[in-house]
């Protein structure tokens, strides 16, 4: 079994900054593709970043030049600096693994561990 643990999320004023982060158990961390999706009230679950496991990236277009995914394969971690935050950010934020190890893939329903998710709300 693999466990995800997100933290992080908290209320933040427009234009600000949050670091989110996923703590993850189970051997092989370092194999696995992981991205981070989100969900807002009303709006579908849609994808936001991902890391494979060589450090390749992928970010959804209205995040590009804001966020930054990264991932700590000694602390077994997995980051997304957040910047520059727009109200529409606002969501709960969920990281989850891919059975992938070489290419983040788009499409939820491909990943098969799932954390609980951490809030985030950004003011206007």
């Known amino acids: 079994q693999v466990q995800l643990v997100e933290s992080g999320g908290g209320l933040v004023q427009a234009g600000g900054s949050l670091r989110l982060s996923c703590a993850a158990s189970g051997r092989t961390f370092s194999t696995y593709a992981i991205g981070w999706f989100r969900q807002a009230p009303g709006k579908e679950r849609e994808f936001v970043a991902g890391?494979?496991?060589?450090?390749?990236?992928n970010y959804a277009d209205s995040v590009k030049g804001r966020f930054t995914v990264s991932r700590d394969n000694a602390k077994n971690t997995l980051y997304l600096q957040m910047n520059s935050l727009k109200p529409e950010d606002t969501a709960m934020y969920y990281c989850?693994?891919?059975?992938?190890?070489?290419?983040?893939?788009?499409?939820?329903?491909?990943?098969?561990?799932w954390g609980q998710g951490t809030q985030v709300t950004v003011s206007s």
């Open positions: 890391i494979t496991s060589g450090g390749s990236t």
């Open positions: 989850a693994k891919s059975p992938y190890s070489d290419y983040v893939s788009l499409d939820d329903q491909l990943y098969d561990y």
